[in-house]
């Protein structure tokens, strides 16, 4: 199973920005696929952003002008820098990984990081 741990969560006021982390245990040639959900109080959990083993992207579209995810393969990690942040950004940030290789069909995800907006 991969551990992926999340960081960069907090306080922020809108208008403000913020860089999620998310290190995974194994090296990045392990995963195909690692994701970005975000889940708002009393909402559904939604992807809002991808990234593949080759660096192809995808967003959702109502936050693709704001939110933008990269990787660094050398440090195992994937970020996702949120732009001119409001309080519609509230809620918990998750990251999940889909196994390639060894870890091949098998899913993890991470505990959160909790990103709270102000107006």
């Known amino acids: 199973q991969v551990q992926l741990v999340e960081a960069g969560g907090g306080l922020v006021q809108a208008g403000g920005a913020l860089r999620l982390s998310c290190v995974a245990s194994?090296?990045?040639?392990?995963?195909?696929?690692t994701a970005w959900h975000r889940q708002a109080p009393g909402k559904q959990r939604e992807l809002v952003a991808s990234?593949?083993?080759?660096?192809?992207?995808n967003y959702l579209d109502s936050v693709k002008d704001r939110f933008t995810i990269s990787r660094d393969y050398a440090k195992n990690t994937v970020y996702l820098q949120i732009d001119n942040l409001s309080p519609e950004d509230t809620g918990v940030y998750y990251c999940?990984?889909?196994?390639?290789?060894?870890?091949?069909?098998?899913?993890?995800w991470g505990q959160g990081t909790q990103v709270t907006v102000s107006p």
């Open positions: 999940s990984a889909d196994g390639s290789r060894r870890y091949r069909g098998r899913t993890s």
């Open positions: 194994v090296s990045a040639l392990n995963i195909a696929v």
């Open positions: 990234i593949t083993d080759g660096g192809t992207t």
